[in-house]
């Protein structure tokens, strides 16, 4: 019986490579990241923990291409993303990135089906075909019954979970997540982080998520600490091989 190839062996879906990034503060100059590299690979939680000012939002922007780095390059797919064009740039975000925030990012005039729904016409799809999707999107993270409603009737966790709702309906290859919990208590924050484990586990997904939100940490399959824009430490919490956890 042959011994099942580990996913860490095959190529990261996402790469910073020797990446710097500083910026002013009045007359100073603050350098966040320092010469920083770092391999994350699809089908994972990936975890980037350490404290306020550490570069972790920093390290996500550049990774997802809402900033480019000083020095350095980031690479989403084996494309270096600084070297996109704006155009091309947003294409790339449209159709294989998705961003879940803090602050949730709701239209107040919206239900939770159109607040899914809206992005998928971007993408092209029909009326029909986006409703069904975002319908399926919401009852994957447990709010179908509540996909009339608008943001004023829900609840925190609710209002997250439509969030990661609408990032998840397009089925991105990449879901950035910051501090995707800290505004929510202990239930709403364990279930959250649940659900983007489960997402980067059943769609294969490269899921990279930036918090100090320790309740997340063991949903994580992987938690990287931060300090002072470099990597102090690299753990695997779940060993992953192609089609088994161990």
Not at 142 to 151: A, D, F, I, T, V
Not at 203 to 217: E, F
Not at 221 to 235: A, F, H, L, N, T
Request: include cysteine.
């Amino acid at each position: 019986m042959s011994t099942p190839t580990p996913l860490l062996a095959t190529k990261p879906t996402l790469e910073a490579l020797r990446i710097s990034k500083a910026f002013l503060s009045g007359m100073v100059q603050v350098q966040v990241l320092r010469s920083l590299s770092l391999s994350v690979y699809a089908g994972e939680l990936t975890l980037i923990s350490g404290p306020s000012g550490c570069g972790k939002s920093t390290l996500l922007s550049l990774l997802s291409g809402l900033q480019h780095p000083d020095a350095g390059e980031a690479h989403a797919l084996g494309q270096d993303l600084s070297k996109m064009k704006r155009s091309e740039l947003d294409t790339f975000r449209l159709h294989h990135t998705g961003f879940v925030f803090q602050g949730f990012n709701l239209f107040p005039a919206l239900t939770a089906q159109e607040q899914v729904q809206l992005p998928l016409g971007y993408l092209g799809m029909s009326d029909k075909e986006s409703a069904k999707r975002a319908l399926q999107a919401l009852e994957s993270v447990g709010l179908s019954h509540r996909s009339h409603m608008r943001p004023a009737q829900l609840s925190g966790g609710e209002k997250q979970r439509v969030a990661i709702a609408r990032a998840i309906a397009k089925e991105p290859k990449f879901l950035f997540a910051d501090e995707p919990t800290s505004a929510l208590d202990a239930e709403n924050g364990q279930r959250v982080a649940d659900i983007l484990q489960r997402f980067a586990s059943t769609h294969q997904a490269t899921v990279l998520c930036v918090s100090h939100d320790p309740r997340l940490v063991r949903h994580a399959d992987r938690v990287i600490g931060m300090e002072d824009g470099m990597i102090r430490s690299d753990r695997r919490l779940h060993v992953r091989t192609e089609g088994v956890t161990a």
